[in-house]
């Protein structure tokens, strides 16, 4: 792959260990040289996260193992570089490509990406920097230099209207490469390190240099779904290289709502005040944990005013009128040393205020292989010309108020409102018979009539074949000569159209052209449904009959087994009682409902000796 080292940065003498950003030490410090002006690459985040709202690509084909990156499609031969790839800008600009909801590129796409052509084309220019600065840079500052103009020129496309003054739009980190290293490997630093003066001058080698040895301190701040966490950390390390942590406090308030998610105060200005125990609860928790904050920053105000940096994390606007903006407030939202944290973070924690410092005072390394720019030479598949669409046809004045007739008459025939139906028809001077628009999109049910009978509606076949004059037309068939009648799907509806057949007569329509049969009274109807009736009954008497015959087998039975003494007939009159087997009873109830069961049995036992008592007395 183009993006995998061929050393492991990891076994280079000056690299086993961390590189503090003030605390360099030779001769790494002074070897140090920056990439470019414009070559700060974004490395990867500390802990890179997956975007759940992105287009997934088609991965059917490809098989994830520990050493493997679906995204790219690369799989390495050790975990080592598994790792060293995701730290790659070939895997970098894939991860940025997916936030986009934009489809990852394969190796030869990337190196094709970097070409000279793509880097003027962005730009804008043609200008060399090499040639008017007269500074020999090798392959890896040209591919680097080139993959910044890309990265540049996608967030200027991206994030336009959203950028505020000082350095907005450019990447978080600065890269420099360094002669005790080697040439594919390239250390990083925050950019959020440098003063905005510092980032005026664009000189961030002498400001790096300046900044060995500081004895200063930052001040680090989160505050968020009712979690707060600000710590003083001094720059200069202990002895053993831990951070010195000068002051540090966290404060926790119950002011987000569970499950619903959301601060009580955001709403409440969205949706009014709740008036429940649990919302004032929230908000007598959002005045406390503000009054408690704002306190601790007062007290900090030595800490804070004599901060070299003030990284501050608060989203939402609660949180930000917790920290900024009020009378006194220690801290203030115009401040040149305010920044944020150029990386996700996650709960406000004192723990998480560690990792983030250590985050930002620490180099990163990134490394490229040189052997990428010779196919960077290759020229650029030009992109297919995608067919632009057709315009959409432009309607007359009668189609439109058709399409709009269709639309309401559709909705009223699907709600089966029969009497705005018919009083839509009258007052729009209908008939029945009218078509749908547009008649590709109503190739199945042309007409109202097509409509009602597919949708299983006899009322409105009824009144649409009875009420309108005009009446609607039976035998008008649709794109596939299919009549209304045979799209009728039970028997109610097609009883609908013999019965008009009948009450109309045979010369209101064609009804053997609209494949109805032979014309049906509603005598006739109630004597059918009648019959049908009676057969259903007869029909539930001779089970019954079957299974009483059955039951009283079962009974004689098990008094043979028992011997007819009396109260031995306990399982046989059960099943009489019941009509169903003990077994299938108590399969699958629970516990008390066995014990309901049971005495229920034994009641009606009881009650059946008791009959039988009173019998032979």
Request: hydrophobic share 40%; aromatic share 4%; with cysteine.
């Amino acid at each position: 792959m183009a993006s995998t080292p061929s050393t492991q940065p990891e076994q280079h003498p000056l690299l086993r260990r961390p590189l503090y950003v003030y605390d360099l030490r030779e001769p790494l410090l002074s070897t140090l040289t920056p990439r470019d002006a414009d070559s700060t690459a974004p490395a990867p985040s500390p802990e890179p996260t997956a975007d759940p709202a992105a287009t997934p690509r088609d991965t059917t084909s490809e098989v994830s193992t520990a050493t493997s990156c679906a995204l790219c499609d690369y799989t390495g031969a050790t975990v080592a570089d598994q790792r060293a790839h995701a730290k790659s800008d070939f895997h970098q600009f894939n991860v940025k490509r997916r936030t986009r909801n934009e489809p990852a590129v394969r190796e030869r796409e990337w190196e094709a990406l970097l070409d000279q052509d793509l880097a003027e084309s962005i730009s804008g220019s043609d200008t060399d920097s090499d040639a008017s600065s007269g500074r020999e840079t090798d392959d890896v500052t040209t591919l680097l230099r080139r993959k910044a103009v890309i990265t540049a020129a996608e967030e200027d496309d991206g994030d336009k209207g959203q950028r505020t003054g000082g350095g907005a739009g450019k990447a978080p980190l600065v890269w420099f490469a360094s002669s005790e290293l080697p040439a594919e490997i390239s250390l990083g630093v925050y950019r959020g390190l440098f003063s905005k003066a510092e980032q005026a001058t664009g000189d961030y080698l002498s400001a790096l240099r300046q900044k060995q040895g500081t004895t200063g301190h930052v001040f680090l701040c989160m505050i968020g779904g009712g979690h707060f966490a600000a710590a003083v950390v001094a720059l200069a390390r202990r002895p053993g290289g831990d951070a010195h942590v000068l002051a540090s406090k966290t404060f926790h308030r119950y002011t987000t709502r569970r499950k619903q998610g959301g601060a009580q105060a955001a709403s409440d200005a969205a949706k009014g005040a709740a008036h429940s125990a649990g919302s004032s609860l929230r908000r007598q928790n959002e005045a406390a944990l503000t009054a408690e904050v704002r306190a601790l920053l007062a007290s900090w105000a030595g800490h804070i005013d004599t901060a070299d940096l003030l990284f501050v994390r608060a989203t939402g606007n609660s949180n930000r009128r917790t920290l900024f903006g009020y009378d006194g407030a220690v801290l203030r939202a115009n401040d040149p040393r305010v920044r944020s944290f150029p990386f996700t973070t996650r709960r406000a924690t004192n723990s998480e205020l560690l990792r983030a410092f250590n985050e930002l005072t620490r180099a990163k390394v990134s490394a490229l292989l040189p052997e990428a720019l010779p196919a960077a030479a290759a020229p650029k598949a030009p992109k297919p010309v995608r067919a632009a669409s057709p315009p959409p046809p432009v309607l007359s004045p009668e189609d439109e108020a058709a399409a709009l007739h269709t639309t309401q008459l559709t909705a009223l025939i699907r709600r089966s409102k029969i009497p705005a139906l018919l009083s839509y028809l009258s007052s729009n001077n209908l008939p029945a018979t009218f078509s749908f628009f547009p008649p590709a999109a109503h190739h199945h049910a042309p007409t109202p009539l097509h409509l009602a009978a597919s949708l299983n509606s006899p009322a409105l076949v009824t009144a649409l074949l009875t009420k309108p004059s005009p009446p609607a037309d039976p035998a008008a068939a649709n794109a596939d000569a299919k009549t209304p009648f045979d799209l009728a799907g039970d028997r109610a509806t097609r009883d609908a159209f013999r019965l008009a057949r009948a009450s109309l007569g045979e010369a209101a329509a064609d009804w053997t052209a609209a494949h109805v049969p032979a014309p049906l009274t509603r005598a006739e109807v109630v004597a059918r449904e009648a019959e049908a009736k009676k057969a259903a009954d007869d029909e539930e008497k001779a089970r019954r009959e079957k299974e009483l015959a059955r039951l009283a087998e079962e009974r004689a039975k098990s008094r043979k087994v028992m011997g007819g003494r009396p109260g031995t007939t306990l399982g046989g009159m059960e099943r009489v009682l019941t009509g169903v087997d003990a077994e299938g009873q108590v399969r699958g109830l629970t516990a008390e409902g066995r014990v309901k069961l049971e005495r229920e049995r034994r009641a009606r036992a009881a009650e059946e000796r008791m009959k039988r008592f009173a019998g032979g007395k």
